[in-house]
């Protein structure tokens, strides 16, 4: 069975940082473009980044840019978000998916399968 396992979350001053972590069981994550979305409490998901299969191209909202960053490593078969700068507008869960086409986008509804989410808090 195709899984997608999110780790990394946890409580974190402003300023602070995280890596996340996203994890494929059953199947392998090298052939999918990897997206990071957020949903906080009362708001829609929102995309905050995306890595092609390569790695070649990614794509970031214009609220993390500069603060985030993704990468890939597929021998492992794993995305990272390292998240720095963290604000408290930045506390939701996050979560990955992999869309199958590889299409190199962040609108959530290309996505094929989705993780369980993790929580991120920033705060004080």
């Known amino acids: 069975q195709w899984q997608l396992v999110e780790s990394g979350g946890g409580l974190v001053q402003p300023g602070g940082s995280l890596r996340l972590s996203c994890a494929a069981s059953?199947?392998?994550?090298?052939?999918?473009?990897i997206g990071w979305f957020r949903q906080a409490p009362g708001r829609e998901r929102e995309g905050v980044s995306s890595?092609?299969?390569?790695?070649?191209?990614?794509d970031y909202a214009v609220s993390v840019k500069g603060r985030f960053t993704i990468s890939r490593d597929n021998a492992k078969n794993v995305v990272y978000l390292q998240m720095n700068s963290l604000k408290p507008e930045d506390t939701a869960v996050y979560y990955c998916a992999a869309d199958l086409k590889d299409r190199q986008s962040m609108i959530r509804v290309m996505y094929d399968y989705w993780g369980q989410g993790t929580q991120v808090t920033v705060s004080s």
């Open positions: 059953g199947f392998n994550l090298d052939a999918y473009t």
């Open positions: 890595i092609s299969s390569s790695g070649r191209r990614t």
